[in-house]
C-alpha cells in the first residue's frame, strides 16, 4: 500500500499529528482543513486514506506534550535509584539523571560545587551504578515570563520532573556501573588527553567540532555565529560526519591501504563509536544513522530512496524518544535535510559550485525560518551572504585541519602542540578579521515569537514554492515565495497597526522592570530594569535570560526611554547591558543619581517635570531634595495608561509616602507600583488609604531572604484591590486598547496559591 519512495507520506502525517496537538483554536483548524484536504488529495484509494489518518491520529497521542507530574517537595528520605546518565560538570554544579527505583520516576540529581573540592568528587558516580540517595527534592525551575526559556518544559520532554538537591558527597552512596559508563569514561579522557597536548586556544574549537562540546568557545564568539545564523557549523551534523566519512575513505582507499569495500566496513563499524564520541545530539544521531544505515544497504546491494531512508530514521527515532519531537535541533536537522533532498534537482541544474552553493543555503535558511523567528525571534537576512563564505571555509579548511590535528592527538601527541598553533593562529586571525568586517552588517530583523497560525502559512506557501519550482514554473513558485515573505513582514508589522497597548510587570527576582507598550507602537518606556543579586557572577543573567528574550519576543528592537528610580542593582542593575543590546533613545534619572552608564543619552528630571515620549506623558512627583540614601532618592512617577492612572513609587519609605501626601493632596492612583517590594517600611495605613488603589503590583523574588512581601502590608493592600505579586503569579500583564483592558498572570491563578 505503502509503495517504494513515498514512506514520507505517513511519517508526515504522523509528525502532522504531533503539530496538531500543540495548536488551539484558528491554527488548530486551520492545519487541520489543511491536513484533511492534503490526504484526500494524494489519496491512492480508500484504505490509503484510512492509513494516513491513522499515523496521524497516532502522532497525535504518542507525541502530545508530558505535563510535568505533582511532586511534593522536601527532605526525600532515603531513596535507591540509579544513575541513568553521564556525570556532568559545570563550573557550579555537578549533574547527574536518576531513576528512582521504587517509582521509575526520573529526577536530576544536583550538588554545587562549592559544596566539594574537585578532587574530593567520588570514584563511584557512574552511569549505571546502583545508589541510596538522600537530598531535598524540589520542583524543576518554570518559565515565569512570556519569552523565557522554559527548563521545567525541556526537561518534562525528557520525562524528568523534579530535581534532588544533595549536600556533600554523603548524600549519593553508589556501587557497580553499565558498561556504556566505560565509554562516557573514554570519551572524557580522550578530551582531557587533547586538551593536554593541544594549544589552549585550539582546544575550544576542537571541543566544539570534534566532541560537539561548544561551552568552550568564547560567548563573544558563540553570539556572533548566532548572529549570523551560522550556528549549525558549531552543531555536528550531517556536514561533519560527511567530512569524516569522506577523510577515513581517502586515507584508506586514496591511499592504498586497503580496498573500497574495506574502506566501507571500517567506516560502519566506526561511525556508532564517532557518535558517542561527538557528543549523540540529535542531528549527530540523525546524520551517523543515515550514513550507517546508506552504507550497509550498499554492503548487502539493496537500493533504497533516501526519503524513505530519511522518513525512517526520523519515525524511529520518535518512537524510540518523544522527546526529540520538540528539540530544536531534531527539528532543525530533519527540516534542512529533507527540503534538500527535494531540491535536489533545483541544485543540479546549476553546473557552477557557486551558484548550488547559494541554492544550498537558501533553502536551507527558508526551511527552518519561521521555526528559528518561534525559538529565537529575530533573523539576520544577510547571512545568506555570510553562510555562503563561511561554510566552505570550514567545510573544505577548519574541519578536516580539526579531524588530522585529531588524529596527530593520537598518533603522535608530541607534535600536536606545534600543530596546532600552526592551524589555530591564522585562524584564529581570519575569524577576528570576518568579525570586524562583519560588525555593520549585523543587522537583525526582530519579528517576535511567531505564532502557530503564521508557521502554518509559512510553511504551506514555501512547500508549494517548492514544488513549483522544482516543476520549473518559476512564476508560480516566485509568487508562492513572495506570499510567505509577505507573511512573516505582516507579522512583524501588526503591533504598528494594533491599536492595544501592554503593561508588563517583569518577573525578574528580587528588583523591579515594567515594560510599557503604547498603541500603534508608537514607543516603548521601561520602568527600572533590575539585575541579578549583588552574589551573583553573571552580572547579566537577569537582561540575557528574562528582559531581552521578553523584549524580542514582542519584536521590540529599540527602546525610546529608561527611567531609573535609583542606583542599587534591583533596580539599575541591566541598564548598560540593555544600552548595549538595544538602541535606547534617553536614560531619565533623578538629580541624586550617580549615573555611569555609557552610550545613552542621559536626563536629569526633577519633581513637577512632565517627561513626553511619544505624544505619551509621564509626571515627575519626586525627590525634591536629597534624602542621603538611595531609596529614599527613589524617582516618583505618575502616569495614564488605557484608561487608569499608575503610580511608579521605586523603593520609598513611609517618610517619603508622608511628603508626597503634603505635596499632591489631590495625587490618585488606580494601579500602585508597591515601593520596596512590599517592604514594612513602605505602603503605611495612611498612605494606601489615601490612594485606595485598585490593583496593587509587587515585585519581589521567590524565597528572598528580606521575607518581601510582609504579611501585614498585603493584608493591608488586599482590603482596598486586588495584589499581584510576581513570586506568586509571575509575570503581570495589563492588556489594553482605548481606555479599557484586562490584567492577566503569566502563571495560572490557582496554581500560584501556595
Known amino acids: 500500500m505503502i509503495g517504494k519512495g513515498s514512506w514520507h507520506i505517513p511519517v508526515t502525517a504522523f509528525v502532522l499529528g504531533g503539530v496538531l496537538v500543540r495548536l488551539s483554536g484558528t491554527p488548530f483548524w486551520l492545519l487541520l482543513s489543511i491536513v484533511i484536504g492534503w490526504i484526500f488529495f494524494i489519496r491512492q484509494s480508500w484504505p490509503y486514506v484510512a492509513v494516513l489518518l491513522c499515523f496521524c491520529l497516532f502522532g497525535y497521542y504518542y507525541l502530545s506534550p508530558l505535563t510535568p507530574t505533582s511532586?511534593?517537595?522536601?527532605?526525600?528520605?532515603?531513596?535507591?535509584?540509579?544513575?541513568?546518565?553521564?556525570?556532568?560538570?559545570?563550573?557550579?554544579?555537578?549533574?547527574?539523571?536518576?531513576?528512582?527505583?521504587?517509582?521509575?520516576?526520573?529526577?536530576?540529581?544536583?550538588?554545587?560545587?562549592?559544596?566539594?573540592?574537585?578532587e574530593?568528587?567520588?570514584?563511584?558516580?557512574?552511569?549505571?551504578?546502583?545508589?541510596?540517595?538522600?537530598?531535598?527534592?524540589?520542583?524543576?525551575?518554570?518559565?515565569?515570563?512570556?519569552?523565557?526559556?522554559?527548563?521545567?518544559?525541556?526537561?518534562?520532554?525528557?520525562?524528568?520532573?523534579?530535581?534532588?538537591?544533595?549536600?556533600?558527597?554523603?548524600?549519593?552512596?553508589?556501587?557497580?556501573?553499565?558498561?556504556?559508563?566505560?565509554?562516557?569514561?573514554?570519551?572524557?579522557?580522550?578530551?582531557?588527553?587533547?586538551?593536554?597536548?593541544?594549544?589552549?586556544?585550539?582546544?575550544?574549537?576542537?571541543?566544539?567540532?570534534?566532541?560537539?562540546?561548544?561551552?568552550?568557545?568564547?560567548?563573544?564568539?558563540?553570539?556572533?555565529?548566532?548572529?549570523?545564523?551560522?550556528?549549525?557549523?558549531?552543531?555536528?551534523?550531517?556536514?561533519?560526519?560527511?567530512?569524516t566519512i569522506g577523510g577515513l575513505y581517502i586515507l584508506i582507499y586514496r591511499t592504498g591501504l586497503g580496498t573500497i569495500e574495506q574502506a566501507r566496513l571500517l567506516v560502519i563499524l566506526m561511525l556508532p563509536g564517532y557518535c558517542f564520541l561527538a557528543g549523540a545530539a540529535p542531528s549527530v544521531v540523525r546524520a551517523s544513522l543515515m550514513a550507517f544505515l546508506i552504507l550497509i544497504f550498499r554492503k548487502i546491494k539493496i537500493k533504497i530512496p533516501i526519503t524513505d531512508l530519511l522518513s525512517l530514521v526520523a519515525i524511529s527515532l520518535l518512537l524510540l524518544s518523544p522527546g526529540y519531537f520538540t528539540n530544536v535541533g531534531f527539528q532543525f536537522s530533519f527540516l534542512v535535510t529533507m527540503s534538500l533532498i527535494y531540491s535536489l534537482p533545483i541544485i543540479e541544474r546549476s553546473p557552477f559550485v557557486f551558484v548550488q552553493s547559494a541554492y544550498i543555503s537558501l533553502i536551507s535558511q527558508l526551511s527552518i525560518l519561521p521555526i528559528q523567528l518561534s525559538y529565537f525571534y529575530e533573523f539576520n537576512p544577510l547571512s545568506l551572504f555570510a553562510n555562503l563564505f563561511i561554510v566552505p571555509y570550514?567545510?573544505?579548511?577548519?574541519?578536516?585541519?580539526?579531524?588530522?590535528?585529531?588524529?596527530?592527538?593520537?598518533?603522535?601527541?608530541?607534535?600536536?602542540?606545534?600543530?596546532?598553533?600552526?592551524?589555530?593562529?591564522?585562524?584564529?586571525?581570519?575569524?577576528?578579521?570576518?568579525?570586524?568586517?562583519?560588525?555593520?552588517?549585523?543587522?537583525?530583523?526582530?519579528?517576535g515569537e511567531l505564532e502557530p497560525l503564521y508557521i502554518v502559512m509559512y510553511l504551506f506557501c514555501f512547500g508549494f514554492m517548492m514544488k513549483e519550482w522544482v516543476r520549473e514554473r518559476l512564476f508560480r513558485g516566485f509568487t508562492a515565495g513572495i506570499i510567505a515573505v509577505c507573511v512573516l513582514l505582516f507579522f512583524s508589522v501588526l503591533p504598528y497597526i494594533s491599536p492595544g497597548g501592554k503593561v508588563t510587570m517583569l518577573d525578574i527576582g528580587q528588583g523591579d522592570c515594567f515594560v510599557v507598550e503604547l498603541p500603534y507602537r508608537r514607543g516603548i518606556i521601561i520602568v527600572d530594569a533590575g539585575g541579578p543579586p549583588v552574589f551573583s557572577k553573571d552580572k547579566n543573567k537577569t537582561v540575557e535570560q528574562i528582559i531581552t528574550p521578553y523584549l524580542k519576543s514582542r519584536g521590540i528592537r529599540s527602546i525610546d526611554g529608561i527611567f531609573v528610580s535609583h542606583k542599587d542593582i534591583d533596580h539599575s542593575g541591566s541598564v548598560q547591558a540593555m544600552v548595549e543590546t538595544f538602541r535606547v533613545s534617553e536614560l531619565f534619572v533623578s538629580d541624586y543619581y550617580e549615573a555611569d552608564e555609557e552610550g545613552v543619552e542621559i536626563v536629569r528630571v526633577r519633581p513637577e517635570d512632565r517627561i513626553i515620549i511619544a505624544d505619551h506623558s509621564f509626571r515627575v512627583l519626586y525627590p525634591k531634595d536629597d534624602s542621603g540614601n538611595p531609596n529614599d532618592n527613589s524617582l516618583v512617577l505618575w502616569s495614564e495608561i488605557g484608561g487608569l492612572t499608575w503610580l511608579f513609587?521605586?523603593?520609598?519609605?513611609?517618610?517619603?509616602?508622608?511628603?508626597?501626601?503634603?505635596?499632591?493632596?489631590?495625587?490618585?492612583?488606580?494601579?500602585?507600583?508597591?515601593?520596596?517590594?512590599?517592604?514594612?517600611?513602605?505602603?503605611?495605613?495612611?498612605?494606601?488609604?489615601?490612594?485606595?488603589?485598585?490593583?496593587?503590583?509587587?515585585?519581589?523574588?521567590?524565597?528572598?531572604?528580606?521575607?518581601?512581601?510582609?504579611?501585614?502590608?498585603?493584608?493591608?493592600?488586599?482590603?482596598?484591590?486586588?495584589?499581584?505579586?510576581?513570586?506568586?503569579?509571575?509575570?503581570?500583564q495589563y492588556t489594553f486598547s482605548g481606555s479599557s483592558g484586562t490584567f492577566s498572570t503569566y502563571l495560572p491563578y490557582n496554581a500560584s496559591r501556595e
Open 394 to 447: 570550514f567545510s573544505f579548511i577548519v574541519i578536516p585541519l580539526l579531524l588530522i590535528l585529531f588524529c596527530v592527538c593520537l598518533t603522535t601527541p608530541e607534535l600536536a602542540y606545534w600543530f596546532s598553533k600552526l592551524i589555530i593562529y591564522p585562524h584564529e586571525k581570519i575569524l577576528h578579521t570576518l568579525q570586524t568586517i562583519s560588525t555593520p552588517f549585523n543587522i537583525q530583523w526582530i519579528v
Open 649 to 732: 513609587t521605586g523603593d520609598i519609605s513611609t517618610e517619603n509616602e508622608e511628603e508626597l501626601m503634603e505635596s499632591y493632596p489631590g495625587i490618585q492612583a488606580d494601579v500602585l507600583k508597591v515601593a520596596h517590594h512590599g517592604s514594612d517600611t513602605s505602603s503605611s495605613e495612611e498612605w494606601v488609604e489615601w490612594l485606595k488603589p485598585r490593583i496593587n503590583l509587587i515585585s519581589a523574588g521567590r524565597d528572598n531572604r528580606y521575607g518581601h512581601p510582609h504579611g501585614e502590608v498585603t493584608q493591608r493592600l488586599e482590603k482596598y484591590g486586588s495584589l499581584y505579586v510576581t513570586k506568586d503569579h509571575g509575570a503581570v
Open 71 to 118: 511532586i511534593k517537595p522536601g527532605p526525600t528520605g532515603l531513596l535507591s535509584a540509579t544513575i541513568s546518565s553521564d556525570v556532568k560538570e559545570t563550573p557550579q554544579t555537578i549533574q547527574m539523571e536518576v531513576t528512582l527505583q521504587d517509582s521509575k520516576e526520573k529526577a536530576m540529581v544536583i550538588l554545587f560545587n562549592n559544596q566539594m573540592e574537585p
Open 120 to 243: 574530593d568528587r567520588p570514584q563511584t558516580w557512574h552511569h549505571g551504578a546502583v545508589c541510596s540517595l538522600e537530598g531535598n527534592r524540589e520542583e524543576i525551575d518554570k518559565a515565569t515570563n512570556p519569552g523565557q526559556f522554559n527548563y521545567q518544559a525541556f526537561l518534562a520532554n525528557q520525562e524528568i520532573y523534579s530535581q534532588i538537591e544533595i549536600e556533600g558527597t554523603d548524600g549519593l552512596s553508589c556501587k557497580d556501573r553499565s558498561l556504556l559508563s566505560y565509554l562516557y569514561e573514554w570519551r572524557n579522557n580522550l578530551m582531557v588527553h587533547v586538551e593536554n597536548v593541544v594549544d589552549a586556544q585550539a582546544y575550544p574549537w576542537m571541543a566544539a567540532l570534534i566532541f560537539g562540546e561548544s561551552k568552550h568557545l568564547k560567548e563573544s564568539t558563540i553570539e556572533w555565529f548566532r548572529a549570523f545564523n551560522l550556528s549549525h557549523i558549531l552543531a555536528i551534523s550531517g556536514l561533519h560526519v560527511g567530512l
